[in-house]
């Protein structure tokens, strides 16, 4: 808290984040949503990891991840495709023009799986796993 120049806190430039609550409360609210769910998002890693849950990997749609783009794209198995790259080439739209805007990403994550749905969700039907691994650093967040 501010203190002013006589040792008292300033209430009115309390921090707007004083009332947030605790982490543990909102990991275990998020881990209680999340759980039995599938998760369709692109990198899905990155919000494990900050969220320190994990997620069978089963319950999970990570455009990242998915080799029939990384095939159709002529890429390594192991590479990691910009999203804005992905929508562009799969959707023919342009993202990120605006900077970083999560709400954008997510739409765009959600509808590059949609386009492909049928396919991905029949290659899991097989028994067969349509996506590659996750980075190593990261693999521990997915059961």
Not at 75 to 83: D, R, T
Request: aromatic share 10%; proline share 7%; glycine share 4%.
């Amino acid at each position: 808290m501010p203190i002013a120049e006589t040792g008292e806190r300033d209430d009115e430039c309390e921090h707007p984040l004083a009332a947030a609550p605790v982490f543990i409360d909102v990991q275990r609210q998020v881990a209680s949503i999340i759980k039995d769910k599938i998760l369709v998002g692109y990198a899905l890693w990155e919000f494990l990891s900050v969220m320190n849950l994990a997620h069978p990997a089963i319950n999970t749609r990570d455009t990242a991840l998915f080799m029939s783009f990384r095939r159709t794209l002529n890429q390594k198995p192991n590479a990691i495709i910009p999203l804005q790259t992905l929508v562009k080439h799969f959707m023919g739209r342009d993202i990120g023009q605006n900077g970083d805007v999560p709400v954008e990403r997510a739409r765009a994550a959600l509808d590059l799986f949609r386009s492909c749905e049928q396919t991905w969700e029949g290659i899991i039907a097989t028994g067969a796993w349509p996506c590659a691994l996750p980075p190593a650093d990261y693999r521990n967040f997915f059961t």
